[in-house]
């Protein structure tokens, strides 16, 4: 009863037009005030800020990204967190209104407010998605390809699925071709190589990674299970939160735009409960928002291939055992 009342609430909440702007202009002013008062955005100084100024390599990123980032040059220290944090809301905002998803409970979230403290870009990532499912030009699709491949373990199978879904996939992926072609002659045609080698030198299993089915291909079947078009853009999203090491729990925020039920806010905060016996390791365990959406997720479509397995089993004649 507790929860049903809960649920209810929160969707008399969510229903009125004006409760997600509202939440939406205090987000982001708290951000801002947060950004000018209180020190943070580490990743941002990190990696995208060197990266802007012409250290390819400091990131994790394709090296590609720095020109990408190249704006970031012209743009004060003092405001490049909050610029970031704003277009970050921004483009989340614009995200859910696009894919109808509940903005209360995105803005609410955890990754939301993890990936505005560390300065991340996933909203490039998200930016990317939405040109390369939803732009009315091949050019423009391509483009989002670009973007949405600065995380290419985020966008494993998103990216495919796109093109899959391009009726123009020839001439999207021009774009991305010239990219990869200019990238190779300005720094070599061996630098994915080097770049992949530096990747893993670097990369390491910090408290941010929670993937407990790495590498397995399992969950992907999902993305067949289900069959609208935002239904398995986020089955590939979280599939790839669920096996890919190193996909981040900041950037959950980019299935959470495609798939947001209320009861995502709590579960978002659910690891929390293993901090006093784990301390900060216990973000490893937030694997639990993923796997408890892409069950979300999949249970209508699996539920009705049973009952239709049933009935066209209940359906076949009896046969009489031969004499």
Known sequence: MMIKSIRDRFTRLNANPLTGWLITIEAIALSWIMATRLSGGDDLFRFYYKIAWGCPECSYL????????FPLRFVPAEIAWPLMMALTLLVVLYATQKFNVSMLVVVLSFPLIS?????QVDWLIIAGLLLAFFAPSPWLRGAGIVLASL???????????????????????????????????????????????IREQRFDLTAWVAAPLAYNPLPYLSIFVVREKQQKLAAALLSAALTIPAFGVY???????????????????????????????????????????????????????????????????????QP
Not at 62 to 69: C, E, G, N, Q, V
Not at 264 to 279: D, K, R, T
């Open 251 to 321: 950037s959950y925020v980019t299935f959470l735009v495609t798939l947001a039920p209320w009861w995502a806010i709590p579960l978002s905060y659910a690891w929390a409960l293993g901090y006093p016996f784990m301390g900060n390791l216990s973000l490893r365990l937030a694997w639990v928002l993923p796997l408890g959406l892409l069950a979300f997720l999949v249970w209508p479509s699996a539920r009705t291939w049973w009952a239709n397995y049933r009935v066209q089993r209940s359906a076949r004649p009896a046969t009489s055992p």
């Open 115 to 119: 990936q505005l403290w560390l300065g």
């Open 62 to 69: 394709p090296w590609y990204a720095s020109w990408i980032f």
């Open 151 to 197: 995380k290419p373990q985020i966008t494993l199978a998103a990216i495919p699925l796109a093109l899959w879904y391009d009726r123009e996939r020839w001439k999207t992926v021009l774009v991305p071709i010239v990219v990869v072609a200019a990238s190779l002659l300005v720094w070599g045609i061996d630098w994915p190589i080097r770049w992949w080698l």
